[in-house]
């Protein structure tokens, strides 16, 4: 990165940026006679999904209650779902899975909780 440049025109040349750099930078131009004018740079870092989950059980006399979490972070944001092992998609069914999604930029969880009853 080099942000010295002392001419009419000039080119920055930003290079392994992340996400985790500053989101916004500015470009000044400034001649000592009047005063500097300037213009900002929203930079918008787009990186692939990464995945966190959490596994929580909680026993009962004659029942256990699964909740599995999965939250990806990425920009864009993505979309997280449950499959079944032949892939299909698993969808809320009443009495048997419940599915609870949230978006909050640049995160999006889902959590499939269920009960295992007769164990």
């Not at 392994?16 to 750099?21: A, K, L, P, S, V």
């Amino acid at each position: 990165q080099d942000g010295n440049c002392v001419e009419e025109s000039c080119a920055l040349n930003l290079y392994n940026f992340t996400r985790h750099d500053p989101y916004i930078i500015e470009c000044v131009a400034d001649n000592g006679k009047s005063s500097r004018i300037s213009k900002r740079y929203n930079i918008d870092v787009h990186y692939p999904p990464t995945l966190t989950t959490i596994i929580r059980t909680f026993g009962r006399s004659t029942s256990i209650d699964v909740l599995l979490q999965c939250t990806s972070e990425a920009n864009p944001p993505g979309s997280v779902y449950w499959l079944y092992s032949d892939g299909e998609v698993i969808e809320s069914e009443h009495h048997v899975y419940t599915i609870k999604n949230e978006h909050r930029w640049p995160n999006s969880s889902s959590i499939l909780s269920f009960t295992v009853v007769g164990y």
